[in-house]
């Protein structure tokens, strides 16, 4: 043989062993069990329990999908009235007003939400009649309130009616004249106030409001009237910019006796009545102390006004049980994402959630799709962060989550065990495993058939992990009482998966 041949053949032997290897791994792989988790589809979304900021919309295929919460008011303490024009409805979200003549138009065109409202100036708008605790509906003290609502008109021609409430209460025997109304004048926004303010003698109890900043047609702009009772203050804001102020207190100004709104008989509310255009988000607020803190929450919320929120919305899924040493391969998601859109997937795992906090175990970020390295437990958790655009317009959504992951096997027990009787001790022989993930073994043993709770041996509760070993003696056992045994095998690539146990023996130690 020359040379030439013996490093050929040398050069064999490395390539040969590295594709036993390879056989190896892939003998392995083959062992284990591949299964999913679907989250939403046609399973649904009840395993995602927390959602902030997140709403259920249409997703693709005719399923639900998890998407970005529209950025509109919500009901709260203080709502008296709030019509939002969403979910195709037109109606008091509060139940304090119901709908006596609607001739309002449901449409897509939004400043807030999904849904707003048209209307046409020969129309007669909206006309509600409030119940005994409404605003417009209760006979009596007004405290603190705040009309506010979003309007984009498509002229603004004098005379043009947003509100409309008139009534009468009796003063002193005498019959007062009411009326709150807002309207359009000399292409500004103007609310007059007819004998609301109790002790107000002015201008034969009338208050006028008007806006300094001049409407424009189709632009969106956002009004808010408030009175707040505490100090007598008359405001008039658009877009959270104040345009108007007056105090209704005995000296015109700061300090004195304040003027509080009382509203006489209870008449019906009219809205839009003769008004072209969008409207979006109607809502009045009511308190019999200061609603400063909400006003100033309004002119927060105003200098972003958006579809949705800009700081998105994040949903996290329960912990999902699979089984001990269970290995997270990847995610698969089913998601829609407009343009600037983002929605950002995380994952955990665990062998016990009860001690899970908000930030521990710590959360990872993932792309679907994507291989996930050394992330594996008994339990799983997904979660995912929405982004809108920068306008906050568009949203993105997700309407499936698949969750593939690794079971490891059950290693298969040894097929035959033994047990000798010694003084004080039991000898146990048992055949290898032929399950090719077997890593070692556990002994369990008990004085009831098929009850391993032993303690009593020098070497251990049950069960005793015994290592790679196929004999072993237990020792300190109390002659006289019968014991019983079986082997378990646990697997190489995680001790605290196990398999099956093996048949039972049993043996008496004896000092003889």
């Not at 409202?117 to 129309?123: F, K, V």
């Not at 175990?361 to 792309?367: L, Q």
């Not at 437990?377 to 929405?386: E, K, M, N, S, T």
Request: some cysteine; overall charge negative.
């Amino acid at each position: 043989m020359n040379m030439s041949d013996f490093n050929m053949k040398l050069n064999v032997f490395p390539r040969i062993k590295k594709a036993f290897a390879l056989f190896s791994i892939l003998v392995m792989c083959s062992l284990l069990c591949a299964e999913q988790f679907v989250l939403g589809g046609a399973a649904g979304w009840s395993k995602v329990t927390k959602r902030d900021g997140i709403t259920t919309g249409s997703g693709r295929y005719g399923y639900e999908c998890l998407e970005l919460e529209s950025n509109v008011f919500k009901k709260n303490q203080y709502t008296d009235l709030l019509i939002n024009f969403e979910n195709d409805f037109i109606g008091d979200i509060a139940n304090n007003y119901k709908v006596l003549e609607n001739n309002l138009f449901l449409k897509s065109n939004a400043k807030m939400g999904k849904g707003s409202a048209l209307c046409r100036s020969n129309d007669s708008g909206l006309e509600l009649q409030g119940n005994s605790t409404s605003l417009f509906g209760q006979e009596g003290p007004a405290g603190s309130f705040m009309i506010d609502f979003w309007i984009s008109p498509s002229t603004v021609e004098n005379g043009e009616q947003l509100l409309d409430w008139r009534s009468s209460r009796n003063f002193n025997g005498q019959i007062l004249y009411q009326m709150v109304n807002i309207s359009f004048y000399k292409n500004k926004a103007m609310v007059i106030f007819s004998n609301i303010f109790d002790g107000y003698n002015g201008n034969n109890g009338e208050v006028v409001l008007i806006t300094n900043r001049k409407l424009i047609p189709n632009r969106w702009s956002h009004h808010t009237i408030v009175f707040t009772e505490d100090d007598g203050i008359l405001e008039y804001l658009i877009d959270g910019e104040l345009e108007c102020i007056k105090y209704m207190t005995s000296t015109g100004h700061e300090g004195g006796e304040v003027f509080p709104a009382v509203m006489g008989k209870a008449a019906s509310l009219k809205l839009c009545s003769s008004y072209s255009g969008y409207v979006d988000d109607i809502r009045i607020l009511r308190s019999y102390s200061s609603i400063e803190k909400e006003v100033a929450q309004e002119k927060q919320e105003l200098l972003e006004p958006c579809n949705y929120k800009i700081d998105g919305g994040r949903f996290e899924s329960e912990p999902i049980l699979t089984k001990t040493g269970s290995i997270l391969n990847k995610i698969q998601a089913e998601a829609y994402k407009p343009s600037q859109t983002e929605v950002q997937f995380y994952v955990r795992a665990g062998d016990n959630f009860f001690n899970w906090t908000e930030d521990w175990p710590k959360w990872i970020p993932v792309e679907s799709g994507e291989d996930i390295q050394n992330v594996s437990g008994l339990y799983f958790q997904v979660a995912a962060d929405l982004y809108p655009d920068g306008a906050g317009e568009h949203t993105p959504s997700v309407t499936q989550i698949v969750l593939e992951y690794t079971v490891l096997p059950d290693p298969l027990p040894p097929f035959r065990l033994s047990a000798q009787k010694g003084d004080g001790s039991v000898t146990l022989r048992w055949s290898s495993s032929v399950d090719d993930t077997a890593g070692g073994y556990y002994i369990y043993y008990g004085n009831r058939p098929g009850e391993y709770l032993g303690r009593i041996a020098v070497e251990g509760e049950s069960p005793i992990n015994v290592g790679n070993a196929t004999s072993y003696t237990l020792t300190g056992l109390k002659n006289g009482s019968i014991y019983y045994f079986a082997v378990a095998t646990y697997s190489k690539l995680d001790n605290r998966v196990c398999g099956s146990l093996s048949k039972e023996v049993f043996a008496r130690p004896t000092a003889k």
